[in-house]
Protein backbone atom coordinates (compact mmCIF):
# COMPACT_ATOMS: atom_id res chain seq x y z
CA UNK A 1 0.00 0.00 0.00
CA UNK A 2 1.37 3.07 -1.00
CA UNK A 3 0.83 5.99 1.81
CA UNK A 4 2.88 9.56 1.67
CA UNK A 5 2.66 11.03 5.66
CA UNK A 6 2.89 14.96 5.24
CA UNK A 7 0.86 14.94 1.73
CA UNK A 8 -2.80 16.80 1.97
CA UNK A 9 -4.64 14.27 0.27
CA UNK A 10 -8.18 15.24 0.46
CA UNK A 11 -10.13 18.49 0.40
CA UNK A 12 -14.00 18.93 1.63
CA UNK A 13 -16.22 21.74 0.98
CA UNK A 14 -18.05 22.65 3.88
CA UNK A 15 -21.06 24.80 3.61
CA UNK A 16 -24.84 25.45 4.18
CA UNK A 17 -25.65 24.74 0.87
CA UNK A 18 -23.76 21.80 -0.80
CA UNK A 19 -25.83 21.82 -4.09
CA UNK A 20 -25.08 25.12 -4.60
CA UNK A 21 -21.46 24.44 -3.80
CA UNK A 22 -21.57 22.08 -6.39
CA UNK A 23 -23.05 23.74 -8.90
CA UNK A 24 -20.26 26.62 -8.49
CA UNK A 25 -17.33 24.27 -9.24
CA UNK A 26 -19.25 22.08 -11.83
CA UNK A 27 -19.81 24.70 -13.81
CA UNK A 28 -15.94 26.51 -13.09
CA UNK A 29 -13.79 23.54 -12.96
CA UNK A 30 -16.18 21.00 -15.14
CA UNK A 31 -15.56 18.44 -12.02
CA UNK A 32 -19.04 16.30 -11.89
CA UNK A 33 -19.74 14.32 -8.33
CA UNK A 34 -20.13 10.86 -7.50
CA UNK A 35 -22.45 9.84 -4.60
CA UNK A 36 -21.19 7.22 -2.35
CA UNK A 37 -23.09 5.51 0.26
CA UNK A 38 -22.73 5.76 3.65
CA UNK A 39 -24.92 3.96 5.97
CA UNK A 40 -28.69 5.59 5.68
CA UNK A 41 -26.87 8.99 4.12
CA UNK A 42 -24.89 9.56 1.07
CA UNK A 43 -21.62 11.25 0.50
CA UNK A 44 -20.77 13.43 -2.79
CA UNK A 45 -17.34 12.56 -4.04
CA UNK A 46 -16.00 15.75 -6.31
CA UNK A 47 -14.57 13.99 -9.44
CA UNK A 48 -11.86 15.62 -11.84
CA UNK A 49 -11.80 13.74 -14.87
CA UNK A 50 -12.61 10.31 -13.32
CA UNK A 51 -10.66 10.72 -10.08
CA UNK A 52 -11.94 11.57 -6.82
CA UNK A 53 -10.42 14.39 -5.58
CA UNK A 54 -12.21 15.54 -2.36
CA UNK A 55 -16.20 16.11 -1.38
CA UNK A 56 -19.01 18.19 -0.30
CA UNK A 57 -20.24 18.03 3.45
CA UNK A 58 -23.15 20.25 5.01
CA UNK A 59 -21.62 22.52 7.77
CA UNK A 60 -22.96 22.34 11.64
CA UNK A 61 -25.03 24.93 12.55
CA UNK A 62 -22.72 28.41 12.80
CA UNK A 63 -20.39 26.80 11.08
CA UNK A 64 -18.48 29.15 8.44
CA UNK A 65 -18.22 28.21 4.73
CA UNK A 66 -14.29 26.82 4.11
CA UNK A 67 -11.83 24.23 2.42
CA UNK A 68 -11.04 21.06 5.24
CA UNK A 69 -7.76 20.00 4.26
CA UNK A 70 -6.96 16.48 4.74
CA UNK A 71 -3.72 15.51 6.01
CA UNK A 72 -2.09 11.81 5.48
CA UNK A 73 -1.05 10.50 8.82
CA UNK A 74 0.92 7.01 9.80
CA UNK A 75 -1.48 6.47 12.35
CA UNK A 76 -4.58 8.65 13.07
CA UNK A 77 -4.63 8.17 17.22
CA UNK A 78 -0.79 9.08 17.55
CA UNK A 79 -0.65 12.00 15.21
CA UNK A 80 -3.82 13.74 17.55
CA UNK A 81 -2.71 12.88 20.48
CA UNK A 82 0.75 14.53 19.39
CA UNK A 83 -1.28 17.64 17.98
CA UNK A 84 -2.69 17.90 21.35
CA UNK A 85 0.81 17.77 23.57
CA UNK A 86 2.05 20.71 20.83
CA UNK A 87 -0.59 22.76 21.27
CA UNK A 88 -3.87 21.85 19.37
CA UNK A 89 -7.16 21.53 20.64
CA UNK A 90 -9.65 18.98 19.46
CA UNK A 91 -12.70 19.15 17.47
CA UNK A 92 -13.45 15.71 16.42
CA UNK A 93 -11.95 12.48 18.47
CA UNK A 94 -10.05 10.00 15.97
CA UNK A 95 -13.27 7.28 14.36
CA UNK A 96 -13.38 4.90 11.49
CA UNK A 97 -15.51 6.23 8.39
CA UNK A 98 -16.88 2.60 7.21
CA UNK A 99 -14.25 1.08 4.85
CA UNK A 100 -12.98 4.29 3.78
CA UNK A 101 -10.41 5.48 6.75
CA UNK A 102 -9.66 6.49 10.33
CA UNK A 103 -9.87 10.57 10.88
CA UNK A 104 -9.99 13.09 13.23
CA UNK A 105 -9.72 16.97 13.42
CA UNK A 106 -7.95 19.41 15.61
CA UNK A 107 -7.29 23.61 15.32
CA UNK A 108 -4.08 24.28 15.58
CA UNK A 109 -2.30 26.42 17.98
CA UNK A 110 -3.01 29.46 15.96
CA UNK A 111 -6.84 28.65 15.32
CA UNK A 112 -6.43 26.64 11.71
CA UNK A 113 -8.27 23.71 11.74
CA UNK A 114 -6.82 20.49 9.99
CA UNK A 115 -8.09 17.06 9.55
CA UNK A 116 -6.28 13.98 10.17
CA UNK A 117 -6.54 11.23 7.82
CA UNK A 118 -5.35 7.61 7.23
CA UNK A 119 -7.30 5.69 4.11
CA UNK A 120 -8.05 2.51 3.26
CA UNK A 121 -6.09 2.26 0.23
CA UNK A 122 -3.53 4.32 -1.37
CA UNK A 123 -2.82 8.25 -1.22
CA UNK A 124 -3.09 10.23 -4.44
CA UNK A 125 0.40 9.82 -5.93
CA UNK A 126 2.60 12.78 -7.15
CA UNK A 127 2.54 13.73 -10.48
CA UNK A 128 4.70 15.35 -11.81
CA UNK A 129 2.81 18.55 -13.30
CA UNK A 130 -0.47 18.96 -11.72
CA UNK A 131 -3.99 18.76 -14.34
CA UNK A 132 -5.93 21.24 -14.79
CA UNK A 133 -8.71 21.12 -12.36
CA UNK A 134 -6.77 19.26 -9.62
CA UNK A 135 -5.11 20.33 -6.28
CA UNK A 136 -1.77 22.41 -7.09
CA UNK A 137 -0.85 23.57 -3.48
CA UNK A 138 -2.04 23.88 0.01
CA UNK A 139 -0.95 27.66 2.02
CA UNK A 140 -1.46 27.97 5.54
CA UNK A 141 -2.38 32.24 6.31
CA UNK A 142 -1.66 31.38 10.04
CA UNK A 143 -1.88 35.04 13.02
CA UNK A 144 1.44 33.49 14.34
CA UNK A 145 3.42 31.84 11.22
CA UNK A 146 6.19 31.22 13.67
CA UNK A 147 4.06 29.05 15.88
CA UNK A 148 2.84 27.71 12.92
CA UNK A 149 5.98 26.34 11.63
CA UNK A 150 6.97 24.97 14.94
CA UNK A 151 4.06 22.65 15.49
CA UNK A 152 3.62 21.33 11.51
CA UNK A 153 7.69 20.40 12.01
CA UNK A 154 7.77 19.13 15.64
CA UNK A 155 4.21 17.30 15.37
CA UNK A 156 4.32 15.92 11.91
CA UNK A 157 7.97 15.37 11.12
CA UNK A 158 7.88 17.68 8.06
CA UNK A 159 11.06 19.84 7.20
CA UNK A 160 11.23 23.51 6.41
CA UNK A 161 12.65 25.92 4.20
CA UNK A 162 12.33 29.40 3.88
CA UNK A 163 11.73 31.98 0.96
CA UNK A 164 12.65 35.88 1.48
CA UNK A 165 9.30 37.50 -0.14
CA UNK A 166 10.45 41.15 0.57
CA UNK A 167 7.58 43.16 1.64
CA UNK A 168 4.93 39.99 1.99
CA UNK A 169 8.09 38.72 4.76
CA UNK A 170 8.71 34.66 4.87
CA UNK A 171 7.39 32.36 3.25
CA UNK A 172 7.78 28.90 4.31
CA UNK A 173 8.04 26.07 2.47
CA UNK A 174 7.10 22.48 4.24
CA UNK A 175 8.38 19.46 2.78
CA UNK A 176 7.96 15.46 3.78
CA UNK A 177 11.03 13.21 4.88
CA UNK A 178 11.30 12.68 0.79
CA UNK A 179 12.37 16.64 0.43
CA UNK A 180 9.17 16.37 -1.61
CA UNK A 181 7.01 20.33 -0.67
CA UNK A 182 3.66 19.55 0.58
CA UNK A 183 2.57 22.67 1.43
CA UNK A 184 3.57 26.64 2.44
CA UNK A 185 2.99 28.94 5.52
CA UNK A 186 3.03 33.12 5.26
CA UNK A 187 2.09 35.52 8.55
CA UNK A 188 -1.55 36.82 7.86
CA UNK A 189 -1.51 40.30 6.92
CA UNK A 190 -1.97 42.81 9.70
CA UNK A 191 -5.88 43.61 10.33
CA UNK A 192 -6.96 40.96 8.90
CA UNK A 193 -10.34 39.54 10.99
CA UNK A 194 -10.37 35.67 9.38
CA UNK A 195 -9.00 33.21 11.34
CA UNK A 196 -5.66 31.19 10.44
CA UNK A 197 -6.82 28.97 8.22
CA UNK A 198 -5.35 26.39 4.89
CA UNK A 199 -6.12 27.66 1.71
CA UNK A 200 -5.91 25.30 -1.12
CA UNK A 201 -5.28 26.48 -4.74
CA UNK A 202 -6.59 24.81 -8.27
CA UNK A 203 -4.31 24.41 -11.16
CA UNK A 204 -6.11 25.82 -14.00
CA UNK A 205 -5.39 26.57 -17.66
CA UNK A 206 -6.04 30.08 -17.64
CA UNK A 207 -5.78 32.27 -14.15
CA UNK A 208 -7.35 35.30 -15.62
CA UNK A 209 -10.43 34.02 -17.40
CA UNK A 210 -10.87 31.14 -14.59
CA UNK A 211 -11.47 34.52 -11.97
CA UNK A 212 -13.21 36.08 -14.49
CA UNK A 213 -16.03 33.12 -14.91
CA UNK A 214 -16.08 32.61 -11.13
CA UNK A 215 -17.28 36.09 -10.55
CA UNK A 216 -19.73 35.26 -13.53
CA UNK A 217 -20.99 32.23 -11.64
CA UNK A 218 -21.36 33.98 -8.39
CA UNK A 219 -18.54 34.13 -6.57
CA UNK A 220 -18.87 36.70 -3.98
CA UNK A 221 -15.61 38.31 -4.55
CA UNK A 222 -11.72 38.50 -6.23
CA UNK A 223 -9.74 38.45 -2.25
CA UNK A 224 -6.60 38.66 -4.33
CA UNK A 225 -6.41 39.55 -8.27
CA UNK A 226 -4.43 37.61 -10.88
CA UNK A 227 -0.85 38.35 -10.16
CA UNK A 228 2.47 36.73 -11.51
CA UNK A 229 5.03 35.15 -9.36
CA UNK A 230 8.38 34.77 -10.05
CA UNK A 231 8.97 31.08 -11.46
CA UNK A 232 5.96 29.80 -9.55
CA UNK A 233 3.03 31.01 -11.95
CA UNK A 234 -0.11 33.35 -12.05
CA UNK A 235 -2.42 32.89 -9.48
CA UNK A 236 -5.87 34.94 -7.82
CA UNK A 237 -7.89 33.88 -5.02
CA UNK A 238 -11.57 33.90 -4.48
CA UNK A 239 -14.09 33.78 -2.50
CA UNK A 240 -16.73 31.16 -3.62
CA UNK A 241 -21.00 32.19 -3.32
CA UNK A 242 -21.04 30.27 0.28
CA UNK A 243 -18.13 32.22 1.40
CA UNK A 244 -15.12 29.97 0.62
CA UNK A 245 -11.83 31.34 -0.37
CA UNK A 246 -9.88 29.23 -2.62
CA UNK A 247 -6.97 29.81 -4.89
CA UNK A 248 -6.23 29.60 -8.95
CA UNK A 249 -3.04 29.08 -9.91
CA UNK A 250 -1.56 28.46 -13.30
CA UNK A 251 1.47 27.17 -12.75
CA UNK A 252 4.70 28.53 -14.62
CA UNK A 253 6.39 25.82 -16.96
Not at 63 to 86: G, M, N
Not at 173 to 187: F, N, T
Request: hydrophobic share 40%.
Amino acid sequence: MSKLPGKFVWFEHVSSDPAKARAFYEGLFGWTTQAMPMGDQSYDIITNAGTGIGGYRKAEPGQHAHWASYLSVPDVDKAFQAAQRAGATSVAEPVDFGPVGRGAVVTDPTGAQLSLWKGAGDDPADVDRTPVGGWCWNELHSKDAKAAVAFYTTTFGLSQDAMDMGAMGTYTILKDGAGQMRGGIMQQEPGVQAPSSWLPYIEVADCDAATSKAMALGAMQTIAPPMDVEMIGRFSIIMDPMGAPIGLIKSAG
